[in-house]
């Protein structure tokens, strides 16, 4: 993951300068791309089974749903006891009576759409900080829309739990759940009562006592500075010397026509004049006038 996430830097980076400095900053462990935890779209994979501790189950790639939908996808972890569901948005066409007619996204402890529903009916509207908890290892989420209305739909992570106590590579959760350490500040309300975003500050200033960058050598570090600034003023060297060579041509061009218009002036006055020998008469006259 990590250098994946070094490599996407260098590729969404603009100019040569800018991936330069990605590289070397990868190099030293700088650039930490985020875990990135696997997303499932219902608008690509409307049927569908997968295995993972941890994911994210999206309605769309789109700003919107779209109509007709009718797709039922399972997520079953590859370990633990359960599953934590948080729904990080949740913005469906609600029906007017409540009933959730219209659009709707049902979520079975399972892996059928047989299975218990939790909670205990079909969802709809727009609803916050809803997270449940299974008893089982899957989840089935069964996602329907009508032929009218669409709204921004729904993102459901989910995220492989134990028992307590945890093991050392695991963090225990507000509500008494154990997840994986790496759940931990990672910018994903994942425990689903934010325990898990807590305190990210002290737990960053202890990352960065520990990064590779400050405890790199002075020397190693001071080393990289230099070479980066060199990099630069080459870089900016080059591009002022093409600057002026494109100058220079332009100027070049310039005396060029300006020596063609003159060229062309002198041979008409040159043929004005030798135009007159053609006249041997009235040359004679001019010239005793």
Avoid at 142 to 170: I, K
Avoid at 182 to 190: E, F
Avoid at 217 to 229: L, N
Wanted: aromatic content about 12%.
């Amino acid at each position: 993951m990590y250098l994946n996430g070094c490599w996407g830097g260098l590729q969404q980076t603009g100019g040569l300068p800018s991936c330069f400095f990605v590289a070397v900053l990868c190099t030293f462990g700088y650039v930490k791309g985020l875990d990135s935890d696997s997303v499932y779209y219902l608008t690509e994979t409307c049927y569908g089974h997968v295995q993972a501790a941890e994911g994210r189950i999206e309605a769309s790639t789109a700003l919107t749903y779209d109509n007709n939908m009718n797709c039922v996808f399972t997520a079953t972890a590859t370990g633990g006891v359960g599953l934590i569901l948080v729904l990080q948005r949740f913005e469906i066409e609600e029906s007017t009576d409540g009933q959730c007619k219209f659009d709707n996204l049902t979520l079975h402890d399972g892996n059928s759409v047989a299975s218990p529903i939790i909670p205990t009916a079909p969802l709809c509207g727009r609803r916050s900080g809803l997270y449940f908890l299974t008893s089982s290892t899957s989840v089935t989420v069964h996602f329907r829309t009508d032929s009218s209305g669409v709204d921004r739909g729904f993102s459901l992570l989910f995220t492989a739990y134990y028992q307590a106590p945890c093991r050392a590579d695991q963090f225990l959760c507000g509500g008494g759940q154990c997840v994986g350490e790496n759940v931990k500040c990672n910018g994903l309300n994942q425990c689903g009562d934010f325990s898990d975003e807590t305190n990210c500050a002290e737990d960053s200033e202890e990352d960065s006592a520990n990064d590779p960058v400050t405890q790199a050598d002075p020397g190693v570090v001071s080393g990289v500075i230099i070479g980066a600034t060199l990099f630069i003023i080459l870089v900016i060297l080059g591009a002022w010397r093409l600057y002026k060579w494109k100058q220079y041509k332009t100027f070049l061009k310039r005396i060029e026509n300006e020596e063609v218009e003159k060229a062309g002036y002198n041979e008409i006055s040159f043929r004005t004049v030798d135009s007159r020998a053609e006249y041997p008469l009235t040359n004679y006259y001019q010239n005793d006038g």
